[in-house]
């Protein structure tokens, strides 16, 4: 009903909200493309883990896990 509908119309206007600017885009691509942690650009963004990472698939950038040494 009615409920459903406002709850929809809410999550797409948050979701206009919460829109990636084209500085935090380089700032994203910068960080990803120097090796940066993602606790460290999540920090620097001010997003979500997930959503860091949402991004960074949707720019088509991959982040560098840590080499391990055993």
Do not use: F
């Amino acid at each position: 009903g009615a409920g459903a509908r406002s709850a929809k119309r809410s999550a797409r206007a948050s979701s206009r909200q919460n829109r990636w600017s084209a500085q935090e885009d380089r700032q994203l691509r910068t960080m990803v493309k120097q090796g940066y942690p993602i606790r460290d650009i999540v920090a620097a963004l001010g997003r979500t883990e997930s959503a860091v990472r949402q991004h960074v698939y949707k720019l088509g950038l991959v982040l560098r896990g840590r080499k391990r040494r055993y």
